[in-house]
């Protein structure tokens, strides 16, 4: 049973930065890939960045630049450091992992960047 628990995102400001973490039961080193996605409202489901097992980051263009996606193997914790936020960041996002096919999902946590 893989769960993944997502930090609480909040409101920030336009230019701001936050920081989301993905805690995840047990070792995320089996995982082949991890990474964040976000839904906005009335808009699907969108990749933002994944990391996968070797190192390999990617991200989502309108996000390269200003958020970075890193793991910790030891803490069994992917993170997410948005910077330079702007309001079309808003959305719900979600961690997930992919784990011999399957993908896992975090319950999301919304981040809205308004001033």
């Known amino acids: 049973q893989v769960q993944l628990v997502e930090s609480r995102g909040g409101l920030v400001q336009p230019g701001g930065s936050l920081r989301l973490s993905c805690a995840a039961s047990g070792s995320i080193s089996r995982f082949h890939v991890m990474g964040w996605h976000r839904q906005a409202p009335g808009k699907q489901r969108e990749l933002v960045a994944n990391?996968?097992?070797?190192?390999?980051?990617n991200y989502a263009d309108s996000v390269k630049g200003r958020f970075t996606i890193s793991r910790d193997n030891v803490k069994n914790t992917v993170y997410l450091q948005m910077n330079n936020l702007n309001p079309e960041d808003t959305a719900v996002y979600y961690c997930q992992a992919q784990y011999y096919g399957m993908d896992y999902w975090g319950k999301g946590t919304l981040v809205t960047v308004s001033s």
């Open positions: 990391i996968v097992s070797g190192g390999t980051t």
